[in-house]
């Protein structure tokens, strides 16, 4: 059953991304050329574990300087807004078209975090990882480590087109408000944290 919803997932995935890329392609250019007029730079392009902890390229608009300054201080004015309303995830739509990522599933995090999974929360690359997924719509930043990867482990167990069908409403939830999401994990039966 998992592997009969991925594949179907997979076709699904890349017929929206084609049809968002083409919808899309205005704002897409447009955060572009201001973002070579004044970083000089477009893509911010980072190494993360995909699908099986294969490595894949990883794409974002780029919202920080290259400076020694602080973290937060390193925040373009520009990449702040993308921020806040997630634009700077967009061209990920790239890597749904190429086949490295999905729309829902567990956030791909840095290659050095590979070792510090147990056997159990290793079980989030068996599925494609997502722009969105369980752990973003229910607390994002404000979950711990551990429950985001619990979080991913449930979504293994118990994916369907009807849990990636909560996921994307909650996600558009969270993007009409523009604030961090608060939905509670027990909204999804089954989770507890």
Known sequence: MLFSYNSVKLTMDKLMAACLTF??????????LILYATERKVLFIQQR??????????????T??????????RIT?????LRKLSLDEL???LNILKGEMSFIGPRPF???YM???SAHHKRRHDVMPGITGLAQVTGRNGLRWENKLDLDAYYVDNISFGLDIKIIMLTIVYFLKGCPGSYPATKFSGYHS
Do not use: H, V
């Open 77 to 81: 004015s520009l990449g702040r807004f």
């Open 115 to 117: 070792t510090l999974y």
């Open 49 to 62: 574990p995909g699908l099986n902890g294969k490595p894949f390229e990883m794409y974002k608009f780029i």
């Open 110 to 112: 840095l290659m050095e």
């Open 64 to 73: 920080m300087t290259e400076n020694s300054l602080p973290y937060n201080e």
């Open 91 to 93: 061209p990920q739509i």
């Open 23 to 32: 919808t899309l392609s205005p704002l897409l250019i447009l955060i572009s």
